[in-house]
Structure formats: structure tokens, C-alpha cells
């Protein structure tokens, strides 16, 4: 064997190691992009599932606590709003800055409560009836020109709902509704019960709100969430 024929066998040695690799290389590369296959989209689709399951359940969750902190603020903004407006005219009964009109006195719940008496003129453990000269002209007449001088404060039925009711010379209003329970106590200067309304010197007052829908997930009173508030009013003019 001379040279030229050594050459020419390393070529085709070459040429054929060559080839080989060529070969190799895209039979490599059409595994790469043969893609997923069935079971594997399966597996990935059924791991998304999950994840998405896990997510709606999480945000089921939020919104149900929303819903219900919702209900709560609403309940306890009504109870302290209505509680507001009725200390802060209980506070004022008896307010006579011309001391000239009677102070109310005698039976704590009269059946015929007095119209001409200013103080607390009834105070039952359901309701209370107050009066106080607001405008300073000695008279108590229920009529425009004596607003807000002649309040009753009781709860009712209004539309088939228990209401708050405020009485201003002799026209209801409703202040809040959905009122499960209002209460009224009285004490006198020695902390004891009195028997006389002008003993009275403290009133303790009870608001109870109800939801206004029940909700399936609170185990108590028929799925009714309730708030109760309670406050201590001393009138300022009892006394004097």
C-alpha cells in the first residue's frame, strides 16, 4: 500500500465517522422536540386543578368573613348611633332654665303620664318618656313651636320589623330597626331603685340589634348574630 492509497482510506474513514455523527445529532434533536406526552399533560393538568381548587376554596373563605364583618359593623354602627341620639336626649330631661314649670314626680309608670311636667315624666323597664324646655319659654305644649321638647323612647312593630321608635310630640319615628331587645333601668342617688320619679337619677340603658338575615355558619340563636350595648346616662338638671 503506497501512500495515496493511505490517504484515500483516512478520507473515507473520516467521511464515514462524519456521517455517523451527523446522524446522531438529529435523532438527538428530534427527541427534543417530540413535545408532552398525554400522561404528562394529564399529571400537569390534574396538579392545576388542585392548585386551583385550593384557591377558589381560599377565596371562599375571605368572602364569607367579609360578608360577616360587614354584618357586624352594621350592627354595632346602628346600636351606637341610636344610643347616641337617645343619651343625649335623656340627658337633657328636666332642663327648666325659667323655673316655672313643675317637676315631674309621683308613679315611676303612670297610666295618664302628665303633659304639663317637665323631667321624666314615665319611665317603664320597656320605654321612657322625657321632657325638658329646650327653647327657655316655659312652655310644653306638643306643638311646632315646642320641638323635641316631649320625647318617648319605646320599641314596636313598623312594616313587620322591630323598630326603635322615637316619639316627638305625638309623631313616631322609627330610628333603627331590626331592635331585638330595649330595656330601661333607674336608679336613684343611693344606687338603689326608685320608687318616685323625682328620685331618678341615673337611667341604664340596653339596645340589643339583631341581623337583619340569619347566617347558616353561626351556630346560635337561629343563625341570628346579635350585639348588645349598654350605657349609663345621670340627666344633668335631675335634682336641681
Known amino acids: 500500500m503506497n501512500r495515496h ?6 478520507r473515507k474513514m473520516d467521511v464515514a465517522t462524519s456521517g455517523s455523527d451527523f446522524c446522531g445529532n438529529n435523532s438527538g434533536q428530534r427527541e427534543a422536540d417530540r413535545g408532552f406526552s398525554i400522561i404528562e399533560l394529564l399529571i400537569a393538568m390534574a396538579v392545576g386543578m388542585v392548585v386551583l381548587g385550593g384557591v377558589y376554596n381560599v377565596f371562599t373563605l375571605l368572602s364569607k368573613q367579609f ?7 352594621e350592627m354595632q354602627q346602628n346600636a351606637r348611633m341610636a344610643m347616641d341620639i337617645v343619651t343625649r336626649e335623656i340627658r337633657m330631661a328636666g332642663y327648666n332654665p ?22 321624666i315624666r314615665s319611665a317603664s323597664a320597656s320605654s321612657i318618656s322625657v ?31 322591630y323598630a326603635l321608635g322615637r316619639t316627638s310630640n305625638g309623631t313616631k319615628q322609627p330610628v333603627i330597626e331590626n ?9 336613684d342617688a343611693a344606687d338603689a331603685t326608685p320608687t318616685d320619679l323625682a328620685n331618678i337619677r341615673k337611667i341604664r340603658i340596653t339596645l340589643r340589634i339583631i341581623a337583619a338575615q340569619a347566617d ?3 351556630p346560635t340563636d337561629g343563625g341570628f348574630r346579635k350585639f348588645t350595648l349598654v350605657s349609663d346616662v345621670t340627666p344633668r338638671n335631675l335634682g336641681l
Open 5 to 10: 492509497d493511505v490517504r484515500l482510506k483516512s
Open 179 to 187: 331592635l331585638d331587645f330595649l330595656g330601661f333601668s333607674y336608679f
Open 131 to 161: 321632657a325638658s324646655d329646650l327653647d327657655g319659654d316655659g312652655d310644653l305644649t306638643a306643638d311646632p313651636t315646642n320641638p323635641n321638647e316631649n320625647i318617648v323612647y319605646d320599641r314596636y312593630l313598623s312594616s313587620g320589623i
Open 67 to 73: 360578608a360577616t364583618q360587614e354584618v357586624v359593623i
Open 98 to 119: 325659667t323655673l316655672t314649670l313643675t317637676k315631674c314626680s309621683g308613679a315611676m309608670a303612670p297610666a295618664s303620664p302628665s303633659t304639663t311636667c317637665v323631667g
Open 216 to 218: 347558616p355558619a353561626y
